[in-house]
């Protein structure tokens, strides 16, 4: 994943594009204009309701997009944030993450033991099944000695 001005630059680029199409699509989709004031009704009626669905599509995705971007805005450090802050909050991430590992690791180890009790109750119920298979009793009688 990218960091933070990666992101800010990618979605500033987003928005350009954004900006640029729209321009070059509402052009393309824009009624002709005469400069003697004639107007024309030939297609006017479909040519301004498919430009207003691209406005409004348009508008929506450079909005979403601006408001990406000003939330990326937002998650950066701020003027206020020294060096000395970012060490502190960094040292407390460390630690958070080496508790993590701590729990992690004690999670692992119990599964270990509680495969290591699985695989052996398997072994011991496939030794029972093939004694029985064999014709052997699974167990020996105290009568029979």
Known sequence: MADRLT???DA????ADQ???????LQQCAPPASFTNI????????ATNQTEEYAQLF??????TAKDVDVLIDSLPSEESTAALQAAS???LEEENHEAAAR??????RGDM?????QSALADIAQSQLRTRNGAPSQSSPTES
């Open 7 to 9: 992101q800010l630059q």
């Open 12 to 15: 500033a680029n987003s928005l």
């Open 19 to 25: 900006f640029c199409n729209a321009i070059g699509v």
């Open 39 to 46: 107007q024309t009704a030939i297609g006017k009626d479909q």
């Open 59 to 64: 508008a929506a995705l450079i909005a979403r």
């Open 90 to 92: 960094l040292r407390q």
């Open 104 to 109: 992690l690791e004690e999670v692992v180890n």
């Open 114 to 118: 509680l495969l290591e009790k699985i």
